[in-house]
């Protein structure tokens, strides 16, 4: 694992720790592409219940490295070559979105472009109430990346969408909690409390479950038929209904106390 992004595991818990801190976390390639790989391998890996998103520093991440996209501009690659490479590294938003385990963005300080766009990919986005957030895209001549335009459009709707990108306004963490941006706020200096904390909870879940119910939402959001959402759903209540984690949980029911999920 690189440098530019940390790696800790917590009983359960990835802690993944985007490391440019004297840049605010701005993207490199060699950056996005550490995270895509840890991302992938987080999906896959039964010992990893739960990925926890932060920046290094007291930031989240600004985005895009403006500085060193000024600096390649005269670098003989094509224009082919170049949507290639961009497409191949912003699976690590399809991952952190997709993946049947719970993943949670810890947002300090600045949240911005392809930043943002990875925030706004994982299931939960814990804040500060004095974060800055912004799109910037349009700020710098770019259209945008990293499926913020996508995400954006899910959770705010079309209008509030189109009014972030094409105005780029920038946020507190207090007013993009109130718009519904991100999913709670906390003051300064307790983000990675509470987001561990949150994570912590989720990574000790039932998570075969968590991941079908994941699965039903993506097919629903991304345009499901009432009839495929109804067939999916039968086929993933049952599925987990033999997992042990069901199981525990109705015998802990029957016993009064709090049940213990082994992710099984």
């Not at 939960?124 to 259209?143: E, H, M, N, P, Y």
């Not at 995400?151 to 007013?175: D, H, N, T």
């Not at 039968?234 to 106390?257: G, I, Q």
């Amino acid at each position: 694992m690189t440098d530019l992004l940390k790696r800790e595991m917590r009983d359960g818990l990835l802690i993944l720790t985007l490391n440019r801190p004297e840049r605010r976390n701005a993207m490199t390639p060699e950056m996005v592409t550490a995270l895509r790989d840890a991302t992938a391998a987080a999906a896959d890996d039964p010992e990893v219940r739960a990925v926890l998103l932060t920046g290094a520093g007291g930031h989240f991440c600004v985005g895009g490295d403006v500085k060193a996209m000024n600096e390649g501009q005269g670098r003989d690659i094509s224009v082919g070559e170049r949507i290639h490479s961009l497409r191949d590294r912003m699976s690590a938003s399809r991952y952190l979105h997709e993946m049947p385990k719970p993943t949670i963005a810890a947002v300090e300080g600045s949240a911005a472009g392809a930043g943002l766009s990875l925030a706004l990919a994982c299931d939960f986005r814990i804040c500060a109430t004095d974060a800055k957030l912004t799109t910037a895209f349009g700020k710098v001549g770019l259209s945008g990346d990293f499926g913020g335009t996508y995400f954006m459009s899910q959770i705010l709707g079309s209008a509030k969408a189109r009014e972030l990108y094409l105005l780029s306004p920038l946020l507190s963490g207090e007013e993009a909690a109130e718009i519904g941006l991100v999913t709670r706020t906390v003051e300064a200096g307790k983000v990675m409390e509470e987001a561990t904390a949150l994570a912590t909870e989720l990574a000790g879940g039932p998570t075969i479950t968590l991941g079908r119910i994941k699965q039903n939402l993506a097919l629903a959001e991304g345009g499901g038929s009432l009839a495929a959402c109804f067939d999916q759903e039968a086929r993933n209540h049952m599925l987990c209904s033999l997992t042990n984690d069901h199981k525990e949980a109705a015998a802990a029911f029957v016993e009064k106390r709090k049940p213990v999920f082994t992710g099984t």
